[in-house]
């Protein structure tokens, strides 16, 4: 089975520091995964996804995520953090099958901006 | 492109009646479609999938005759809370998948359910 673990619940940053968030893994082959941020009351917004080759991935908002299959890890960065970046990030693991698979999340981690 | 809606965006009920949530896949034909529920600061937690035409998979634990799924259309499918009491109050969340792109799931904004 399946299982994504975000270590960290909560974060907080200053504006301009930079940012990583934690994402470990837990899949028999090469997985598919995701990150997720989702604002208060809204719903899921796609950041990043990994599904093969280059293992820097590049988002959207300036994000970034490095797959490392050693330490069964996909962690998301961001260099410089802006104030409107605080929100719930979620990673997620996919089965790769082919075909339309469910996605495991993790509990989520809220990061908090401080001015 | 890959929109997928949700309707209503919030509903309040009464305990003991049914509330019909839709998703909706706007710009492409959803082979699949899933349905999440997530409790206020949790995460989201997979309640069934279902495939248009067949009948939906439910995850263990979740009640099939409670949450009724219907995937009737390439762009349709529904989620009937019945009889609903206060401890399903929650945001209920669908996400859809297409033919060209099965492992990326696109996500409905979500539907706050209350049940008072």
New interface residues.
Partial sequence: AQSVTQPDIHITVSEGASLELRCNYSYGATP?LFW?VQSP??????LL?Y?SGDTLVQGIKGFEAEFKRSQSSFNLRKPSVHWSDAAEY?CAV?A?????????????T?LQVTL | GAVVS?HPSWVICKSGTSVKIECRSLDFQA??M?WYRQFP??????MA?S?EGSKATYEQGVEKDKFLINHASLTLSTLTVTSAHPEDSS?Y?C?A?SASY????F????T?LTVL
């Fill in positions: 598919y997720y009351g809204q719903g899921l917004q796609l996804k599904f979620f996919g790769n099958t082919g075909t339309a698979s469910k996605l495991t999340f993790g509990t989520g809220r | 949700q082979t699949t899933f600061k949790q995460s989201l937690m997979l999938t495939n945001f969340i996400s998948t099965p492992n990326e799931q996500f409905g904004p979500g706050r």
